[in-house]
T-cell receptor, first 112, second 111 residues
Framework: NAGVTQTPKFQVLKTGQSMTLQCAQD?????MYWYRQDPGMGLRLIYY???????DKGEVPNGYNVSRLNKREFSLRLESAAPSQTSVYFC???????????FGSGTRLTVV | SQQGEEDPQALSIQEGENATMNCSYK?????LQWYRQNSGRGLVHLIL?????REKHSGRLRVTLDTSKKSSSLLITASRAADTASYFC???????????FGAGTTVTVRA
């Protein structure tokens, strides 16, 4: 099915470990986003990429890095995981000012 | 801080009643969007209203936008149990097109 594919679905990390969350979309969208969702906080924007070759910080970028590998793929990296990064992470894509084409199914990350 | 803030945080209504939730935001926007999230799932786009529009309808959904007050409302008419979900407003800012979400309103529709 067309849409946003996000991997992995679940991950448990030890404090200090690193990992990369992968996201790919096949809707030819220019913009891609990474959000985290914590209970009672809604979705908070970590990083976004308005178009291929550009990335910008969102509301909560500290502790994360991103790579817009090409138009389809946008990865999120945690270099040294901390318990405060325990959350559900969503990737999404859209045209520049239109609605989200789709959200990925989410990655539930636990840092112990 | 988040761009959009929803009110109320939670809403419980009887099936068949209408549900109204509000969203306030801080900066100039290009458009405002509403999303639904069922428990444990991703977000589903419901409706988009542009900054030069005042009202839009989609099925049982009615959205209004007042840019002078920097606020929007979502009305769900004749609610059903299947409408039980969290609803989020999201704004696309005029200057950088960043899409930012509010904290959401949790709606429970009782049968």
């Amino acid at each position: 099915n067309a849409g946003v594919t996000q991997t992995p679905k679940f991950q448990v990390l030890k404090t200090g470990q690193s990992m990369t969350l992968q996201c790919a979309q096949d809707m030819n969208h220019n913009s891609m986003y990474w959000y985290r969702q914590d209970p009672g906080m809604g979705l908070r924007l970590i990083y976004y990429s308005a178009s291929e070759g550009t990335t910008d910080k969102g509301e909560v970028p500290n502790g994360y890095n991103v790579s817009r590998l090409n138009k389809r793929e946008f990865s999120l990296r945690l270099e040294s995981a901390a318990p405060s990064q325990t959350s559900v992470y969503f990737c999404a894509s859209s045209r520049l000012t239109g609605p989200m084409g789709a959200f990925g199914s989410g990655t539930r990350l636990t840092v112990v | 801080s988040q761009q959009g803030e929803e009110d109320p945080q939670a809403l419980s209504i009887q099936e068949g009643e209408n549900a109204t939730m509000n969203c306030s935001y801080k900066t100039s926007i290009n458009n405002l969007q509403w999303y639904r999230q069922n428990s444990g799932r991703g977000l589903v786009h419901l409706i988009l209203i542009r900054s030069n529009e005042r009202e839009k309808h989609s099925g049982r959904l009615r959205v209004t936008l007042d840019t002078s007050k920097k606020s929007s409302s979502l009305l769900i008419t004749a609610s059903r149990a299947a409408d039980t979900a969290s609803y989020f407003c999201a704004t696309v800012r005029s200057n950088d097109y960043k899409l930012s979400f509010g904290a959401g309103t949790t709606v429970t529709v009782r049968a």
